[in-house]
């Protein structure tokens, strides 16, 4: 599978995130599974790993609530796996794949340099697993880059509450109520282009407001 195969249904900001370490000339060999899981698949993980099944690595209940911090950006509470979708639509853990050649011990070294560049964080270092990395953890948004371009816009939904958190590259963010013409942009999980719309200004006022 490609890297688009592999990093679809991930959040925008984590995607632009992992692309840009792999950009990364000594990472240039890696690559990453299939970073999206659905509840079936995160349920045969964990399944195996709790019977104690050979080739199965430690794997989140994927009924299981996680807590939050007060940091949190987002009112609903990330459920199962990171790996799986959230309640904002997307999926906000990719698990890294190192060259055959490469030990994990070696692997581990070769990206701890880049990360705080690329605003990720390896969440899962307590069981192991160096490969696993997210931008959105329990405490928050890890710092690190946005998308740069001045036509990128991303939203989240919190579908708990019916509000949008919404991203304009270059400016900021900021949470909004849900009106009807959003539903095309949630639907598409990211708009980019001209914004054509008489409620865009009334937008950027509040996100500079936010900012």
Same mark, same amino acid.
């Given at each position: 599978?490609?890297?688009?195969?592999?990093?679809?249904?991930?959040?925008?900001?984590?995607?632009?995130?992992?692309?840009?370490?792999?950009?990364?000339?000594?990472?240039?060999?890696? /690559?990453?599974?299939?970073?999206?899981?659905?509840?079936? %698949?995160? %349920?045969?993980?964990?399944? /195996?790993?709790?019977? *104690? %099944?050979? *080739?199965?690595?430690? @794997?989140?209940?994927?009924?299981?609530?996680?807590?939050?911090?007060?940091?949190?950006?987002?009112? &609903?509470?990330?459920?199962?796996? &990171?790996?799986?979708?959230?309640?904002? /639509?997307? *999926?906000? @853990?990719?698990?890294?794949?190192?060259?055959?050649?490469?030990?994990?011990?070696?692997?581990?070294?070769?990206?701890?340099?880049?990360?705080? %560049?690329?605003?990720?964080?390896?969440?899962?270092?307590?069981?192991?697993?160096?490969?696993?990395?997210?931008?959105?953890?329990?405490? /928050?948004?890890?710092? *690190?880059?946005?998308?740069?371009?001045?036509?990128?816009?991303?939203?989240?939904?919190?579908?708990?509450?019916?509000?949008?958190?919404?991203?304009?590259?270059?400016?900021?963010?900021?949470?909004?109520?849900?009106?009807?013409? &959003?539903?095309?942009?949630?639907?598409?999980?990211?708009?980019?282009?001209?914004?054509?719309?008489?409620?865009?200004?009334?937008?950027?006022?509040?996100?500079?407001?936010?900012?």
């Amino acid at each position: 599978m490609t890297l688009d195969d592999n990093l679809r249904g991930t959040h925008p900001i984590l995607e632009m995130r992992v692309r840009g370490l792999l950009s990364e000339p000594s990472l240039k060999a890696y /690559g990453t599974y299939p970073a999206v899981r659905t509840y079936s %698949k995160q %349920k045969y993980l964990y399944d /195996g790993w709790k019977a *104690g %099944k050979r *080739g199965f690595n430690t @794997a989140a209940d994927p009924d299981r609530v996680l807590m939050t911090g007060p940091d949190f950006p987002y009112e &609903w509470k990330p459920r199962g796996s &990171w790996h799986m979708i959230q309640s904002d /639509g997307y *999926g906000h @853990a990719v698990d890294l794949k190192r060259p055959w050649h490469v030990t994990r011990a070696q692997a581990d070294r070769a990206i701890k340099p880049f990360l705080n %560049k690329w605003g990720l964080m390896q969440t899962a270092l307590n069981v192991g697993e160096w490969w696993h990395l997210q931008a959105l953890t329990s405490q /928050g948004w890890v710092d *690190g880059p946005l998308p740069s371009s001045g036509d990128e816009m991303f939203i989240t939904h919190d579908q708990r509450n019916d509000k949008y958190q919404v991203h304009v590259a270059g400016l900021g963010s900021t949470v909004v109520d849900s009106p009807a013409h &959003w539903q095309e942009v949630i639907a598409n999980g990211r708009l980019t282009g001209t914004y054509a719309s008489p409620h865009m200004e009334a937008l950027y006022k509040k996100i500079a407001q936010s900012a």
